[in-house]
């Protein structure tokens, strides 16, 4: 297959300073927004990249589950390979990428645990069969079948019976709080709108990169 020759054109719409919010989680939360009215397929899946615990740099996907002026939240397990990989360096970076509406979002930051209250009430607030999965599983570690895990969780059910779990503590939240923002908007002949937001001094700094 010829992948050189696979192409397309974006004409969605354009990207210009006058028409940013000077508040880059304004400017985001728009985005947003437009991206769940279009109905974009898992409108809030963002890829996080961290630094391994081996040195090399790891991507995978989450979801957003919360964002303010405070940054973005998202939960996992804590002795996961991400989890140990914030926890050894906090420095992380968040990718959203909307290819329905020609846009991508990148965020720079730096990640802390959420509050003990924060990472129980969203873990209250899961589905019961999801609770489960989060306390069986072991995630990031060596398994021997899908079985081991199935074998895991009816042992489970069976001995709550009618009982809710309590959250694993090596399970909850973490906060990336931002320090750069880049929107990105495709544009025809590969001269995309890029625009930078940069926290300078406790203030955001707005400027344009080159596609």
């Known amino acids: 297959m010829k992948l050189d020759i696979i192409r397309r054109e974006y004409k969605h719409a354009e990207l210009l300073e006058d028409n940013m919010d000077k508040d880059p989680f304004n400017q985001f939360e728009k985005w947003l927004e437009n991206a769940l009215h279009a109905r974009v397929f898992d409108a809030t899946a963002m890829s996080v990249s961290t630094i391994g615990t081996d040195g090399f740099p790891q991507t995978r996907i989450v979801l957003l589950k919360n964002y303010g002026s405070e940054g973005f939240t998202f939960f996992t397990n804590y002795n996961s390979e991400k989890g140990k990989s914030i926890l050894q360096n906090p420095k992380v970076a968040l990718h959203f990428f909307w290819p329905e509406l020609e846009r991508q979002i990148r965020i720079t ?10 990472s129980n009430s969203y873990f209250s607030s899961r589905p019961l ?9 072991d995630q990031s570690n060596k398994i021997p079948s899908r079985n081991y895990l199935e074998e895991k969780l009816n042992t489970l059910k069976t001995s709550l019976k009618s009982g809710m779990p309590e959250r694993p503590e090596n399970w909850g939240g973490f906060l990336v709080k931002p320090v750069k923002f880049e929107f990105w908007q495709g544009r025809e002949n590969r001269l995309h ?19």
């Open 109 to 118: 930051g730096s990640a802390e645990k959420t509050s003990e209250d924060v």
């Open 193 to 211: 709108d890029r625009i930078l937001y940069e926290n300078l001094d406790e203030k955001w700094i707005i400027s344009r990169l080159a596609p």
């Open 129 to 137: 069969l999801s609770q489960l999965s989060a306390v069986i599983s």
